[in-house]
């Protein structure tokens, strides 16, 4: 075996030349791609990120929307409940001109003789309720209940029947004295309702 | 294989989210429809017995961008500041109007008389309650009945 030293590292490069030669797939990336695959990989992020967290925006959105609804119509079932009740109405009153006659407030008689109001304020966007104490004359927050005894005692906690609504319009129309009708808004959602009431 | 698994996931979490905000605006068109429907029948109610009668047209409940009238039930609808009856139109109740016109809510009012044998005369009322919604009608239909006072 007589090779020389050159010879012999001439004939197998591959372990002692240096730096050593790398086959095409052997090989690093450049600094270019790995600018180019990091460019990419943060727009998919944020695209990501941003879809994730429109996702739970949306999400919020949807709820309280769903919440509205909600609200919307507990109002309007309260408004229902109080009316069917109602034998008379003293406010609005339909003009024999107009016809039809709208108001933000309502004021009717119950079955039991007692004056109760709807009163909608725009300012703070509640819809409240007082009652005619017939005993002192004086109109009270709320509605008067009867207890046990069968006395009637002021119900504060039904004075406020609904928060945070746009618009609440009571209507009647002279054709149909015995219907009342309604609209209940909050945001811009709109909710109607109508009862007959029981003086016929 | 890394990209289209991405794919699938924005695609499902995009889905989702269409679809979920899909069913709260039909739930919302629904919960409407159900409300003016309720009206409806009690304005139907509210007339004289003799004058309730059977209509097979189908009426739009708000007065149309061409100008057509809403149905009789909703012909005076309010008054608002400016003084006279108004139906639901575009000027007057822009937000109410945007909301029934989108979808193009129309009501129906059916009655049968019914004559039972050795019973009061009554009559049957059928408000049906249309809408439109991406191509598809949806209906609502709300049953009452009325006996003659004697």
Not at chain 2, 15 to 41: G, H, P, W
Request: glycine share 6%; aromatic share 8%; net charge positive.
């Amino acid at each position: 075996m007589n090779i020389s030293f050159r010879a012999f590292f001439r004939r197998r490069p591959d372990i002692h030349s240096y730096p050593l030669p790398l086959s095409r797939d052997r090989m690093g990336f450049t600094f270019v791609e790995i600018m180019v695959a990091s460019v990419i990989a943060f727009v998919l992020f944020q695209a990501v990120y941003q879809l994730f967290f429109s996702t739970l925006n949306s999400n919020k959105v949807h709820d309280e929307y769903t919440s509205k609804l909600m609200a919307c119509r507990v109002v309007l079932m309260q408004v229902q409940r109080l009316t069917v009740d109602a034998r008379a109405i003293l406010h609005p009153i339909p003009s024999m001109t107009v016809g039809t006659t709208s108001s933000n407030t309502l004021v009717f008689r119950d079955s039991i003789g007692l004056v109760k109001t709807l009163s909608f304020s725009k300012e703070t966007g509640e819809l409240k309720m007082h009652t005619l104490d017939l005993q002192t004359g004086t109109m009270v927050p709320g509605s008067l209940d009867p207890d046990l005894g069968g006395t009637l005692q002021p119900n504060p906690r039904r004075s406020i029947l609904g928060k945070g609504l746009k618009e609440v319009v009571f209507t009647v129309d002279s054709m149909s004295m015995d219907t009342l009708q309604y609209r209940i808004m909050i945001d811009d959602f709109h909710l109607v309702g109508g009862v007959r009431l029981l003086n016929g | 294989m890394a990209a289209s698994i991405l794919l699938v996931v924005v695609g499902a979490v995009v889905a989702l989210s269409i679809t979920s905000s899909r069913n709260i605006r039909r739930s919302a068109d629904v919960l409407f429809a159900i409300s003016l429907a309720q009206l409806t029948m009690e304005k139907v109610l509210g007339n004289p017995y003799d004058q309730i009668s059977d209509d097979s047209t189908i009426y739009p409940i708000y007065k149309t961008v061409a100008g057509a009238p809403p149905g009789p039930v909703f012909e005076n609808f309010e008054v608002p500041q400016t003084g006279s009856s108004l139906a639901i139109e575009k000027l007057n109740f822009q937000s109410l109007h945007t909301q029934v016109s989108d979808l193009q809510y129309r009501y129906q009012v059916r009655v049968t008389d019914l004559i039972p044998p050795n019973a009061h005369a009554s009559k049957q009322i059928l408000v049906t309650i249309y809408w439109m919604n991406e191509g598809n009608t949806y209906e609502y239909k709300l049953s009452g009945f009325l006996s003659k006072k004697t």
